[in-house]
């Protein structure tokens, strides 16, 4: 699986066949994952390191009262993935294309190019801090540096509505 395309996989568990062999193809293992991180912290991460991707995973109950009801039956569910064009803490530059477009995107001007005019914009005191759309039925955020370079792409099943 291209790696672009890994929201595809957004809502599959650690048990799910497709979801492990995608995560396999780029250079992770779900085995990594921690209950001990799920359980305490809420949430535990699969890094690609050299491809400058983080992996996402939270308790499957969590992930129902939050999100609604996974793609899967294991017990940790897909629920984002992050996406670091610069690198970041122990992850390499990504490289390649971005989610939801053909080419990378590297900077708040690129996303407003490939993804349009966001549904949210979050700005503190003058800064923007990021955009947000919805494709195909996912939410995509860029958040942003002072500079306006991407810090990260992130692509996550919404949240549910409050009730």
Not at 35 to 56: C, F, H, M, Q, W
Not at 99 to 127: I, K, M
Request: aromatic share 8%; hydrophobic share 30%.
């Amino acid at each position: 699986m291209r790696t672009e395309m890994l929201y595809q996989i957004l809502g599959l568990t650690n048990t799910d066949e497709s979801l492990i062999s995608a995560i396999a193809e780029i250079g992770g293992k779900v085995e990594t994952l921690s209950p001990k991180n799920i359980r305490e912290l809420g949430t535990d991460y699969v890094n690609i390191t050299n491809r400058g991707i983080s992996l996402a995973f939270q308790a499957r109950a969590r992930f129902e009262m939050s999100r609604g009801t996974p793609r899967g039956a294991g017990p940790y569910v897909l629920s984002g993935i992050f996406y670091y064009p610069h690198g970041g803490e122990d992850l390499d530059p990504y490289v390649g294309c971005a989610p939801f477009s053909a080419s990378p995107v590297s900077t708040r001007d690129e996303a407003l190019l490939h993804y349009g005019t966001p549904d949210r914009t979050e700005e503190d005191e003058e800064e923007i801090d990021w955009d947000q759309w919805s494709k195909e039925a996912r939410q995509l955020r860029t958040s942003y540096r002072s500079d306006l370079t991407i810090s990260t792409i992130s692509v996550s099943i919404p949240l549910l509505p409050s009730r």
